[in-house]
């Protein structure tokens, strides 16, 4: 939703190609659709109310903390 916002139809082509190639391996192998698990849904809604109040400094902070998070929870083991 963010890079097709963006109106960069390279960036939401290259965004909408990663989802399809990974959303079977989240499906089957991640707790990514756990919504009670899942803290980047918090996260998520965030960006988009900054977004939504184009407060572009809360946006790209809250994208940069996601983006942390989200590698911080991939480094850590099972």
Not at 8 to 14: C, R, S, V
Not at 32 to 55: K, P
Request: net charge negative; glycine share 2%; hydrophobic share 45%.
């Amino acid at each position: 939703m963010i890079a097709e916002a963006s109106r960069n139809a390279i960036l939401a082509e290259y965004v909408n190609n990663i989802v399809a190639r990974t959303n079977v391996y989240i499906v089957f192998y991640d707790p990514f659709y756990d919504i009670e698990t899942n803290d980047s849904i918090a996260e998520h809604r965030a960006l988009a109310g900054a977004l939504r109040r184009r407060a572009a400094d809360e946006a790209v902070e809250l994208m940069r903390q996601h983006i942390r998070l989200s590698l911080g929870a991939l480094s850590k083991p099972e």
